[in-house]
């Protein structure tokens, strides 16, 4: 039987190489921290998390649930560990970062089938069966050897990182506890703010310096993650009907409705660390300083980590991928995480997920699988190699993914809400029989390896 070799111990990487040791499969796990470190890690531990510490919402009858729910039915290692580190986060699922990446790598270390080994990959060898999950942010040797096979085709748009300020630096004076109409509870803190001192906020932000990007490169953001001072030069209100919207709090200092409103959202299990929710940005470190210490309620703040830009690549998955996330031409090549135009954390882990299953599979000698179009990770496999080549964009999971309801389901549920909550119910019912299919045949005898 073939090894399987997996290139980056990211979100996606760890969920496949877990994926296919557990499927009878023994794994090569490529990480190339500490001998090389990227822009945005500090720490040699697998599964570190360098943007948000939230995995998003979690709420039934919603699309980012319905993915979540299909990979923790489906023995997913990530979202096993991350309900085992979840801090409150209202109705998101957000997690202790440090000690997430920690219980990662433990398990990792400790499964018998699997060996990490410390140091960059550059070449994929021609008879082996590989796993590309190494993130956006691949040393320039590998996007060289991913280029050799994709045919050039590969992409990049820019991300950005939300600062981070000590909880005990926040004046929890004029900071409230509260979660948008109540869902959560006290999860968040808040800061208001009146139509005055948003008015100094945002002329002061949009004055702000930020830190040139590299030359000769158009700029292209990714919609999902604009840093907040390009979305506030889209218009002097729109981060009052986004990022910094008041609705579903009240003030308790005047009881009413604040003008606009900034959410911090603990870090981490030790609650003292809290991220600036949506403040993702690319301003120079003395000017975020500046700009963000106008918030009430952090004119002292200190902060542990300040907003940060990077470059994220990703292949142009729809010219060379097959819905098993497999090379067309080189089929014993798979493509998982945001290198293959995914966006977020449970994106990533679905394409390792399905990844690690479908490599470990073709180690055996059996036949790999697709997952069923109705789900959530089917949604996202067939985006990946079935979307519009010329304007491909990193994807977030969403409803507008997924198989609509047939026309009897749609008159019958005719409420958005109702009809969401059916989709989901359809699709983990298919996931499940899914789920019991594949498993049988996993576990039969295995074939010569080719």
């Known amino acids: ?6 290139i980056g111990g990211g979100f996606a990487g760890v969920e496949a190489a877990w994926q296919a040791a557990q499927a009878g499969a023994r794994v090569r796990l490529y990480e190339m921290r ?28 919603t699309a980012p649930y ?17 309900m085992q580190t979840r801090v409150p986060a209202g109705a998101a699922l957000a997690v202790d970062r440090q000690r997430f ?41 590998l996007a060289g050897e991913i280029a050799r096979l994709t045919g050039g085709t590969g992409l990049y748009f820019y991300d950005a990182i939300s600062p981070i300020v000590a909880a005990d630096s926040v004046n929890t004076e004029i900071a409230f506890r509260a979660a948008r109409y109540g869902k959560g509870g006290d999860d968040y803190l808040n800061c208001p703010m009146d139509e005055e001192e948003y008015a100094r906020f945002y002329d002061a932000l949009v004055a702000a ?6 030359r000769f490169e158009e700029t292209r953001w990714f919609e999902a993650c604009l840093p907040i001072e390009e979305l506030a030069r889209r218009g002097r209100d729109t981060l009052r009907f986004g990022p910094m919207k008041p609705v579903g709090l009240r003030d308790p200092r005047t009881g009413e409705q604040p003008y ?20 993702q940005n690319h301003l120079r470190y003395g000017e975020q300083a500046r700009v963000l210490r106008l918030i009430p309620g952090l004119e002292q703040a200190e902060f542990l980590q300040f907003g940060q830009i990077h470059r994220n690549t990703y292949i142009n998955a729809p010219r060379v991928l097959a819905p098993t996330l497999q090379m067309r031409e080189r089929p014993e090549v798979f493509f998982a995480g945001q290198i293959s135009g995914v966006e977020g954390y449970v994106e990533s882990v679905a394409t390792g997920w399905l990844a690690g299953r479908n490599a470990a599979r073709l180690a055996r000698g059996l036949a790999l699988v697709e997952a069923p ?14 979307a519009d080549a010329k304007n491909y964009q990193p994807v977030n ?26 989709q989901v119910e359809l699709a983990l019912r298919e996931w499940d029989a899914w789920l019991q299919t594949i498993q049988g045949g996993e576990h039969a005898p295995r074939a010569a390896a080719r």
């Open 1 to 6: 039987m073939k090894e399987v070799v997996v």
């Open 34 to 61: 500490p001998v090389r470190q990227t822009p945005a890690h500090r720490t040699d531990r697998l599964a570190e998390i360098v943007c948000s510490n939230s995995l998003k919402s979690d709420e039934p009858g």
């Open 66 to 82: 319905l993915l979540k729910e299909e990979l923790r039915r489906g023995g997913s290692l990530v979202l096993d560990v991350a």
């Open 101 to 141: 990446a920690e219980l990662i790598t433990e398990r990792i270390n400790s499964h018998p089938e699997i060996t990490i080994v410390r140091e960059e990959a550059t070449r994929v060898a021609d008879d082996a069966v590989t796993i590309i999950a190494a993130g956006p942010l691949c040393s320039d040797a």
């Open 209 to 214: 310096q930020s830190v040139p990007l590299q």
């Open 260 to 279: 606009a409103a900034v959410q911090l959202r603990q870090e981490n299990l030790m609650a003292d660390a809290y991220n600036l929710v949506g403040f």
């Open 373 to 386: 179009p109705p789900t959530a990770t089917g949604a996202l496999a067939r985006y990946v190699s079935g």
């Open 397 to 422: 999971i969403t409803f507008a993914l997924l198989e609509p309801l047939a026309e009897d389901e749609r008159r019958r549920f005719r409420r958005k809400r109702e009809r969401h909550a059916r």
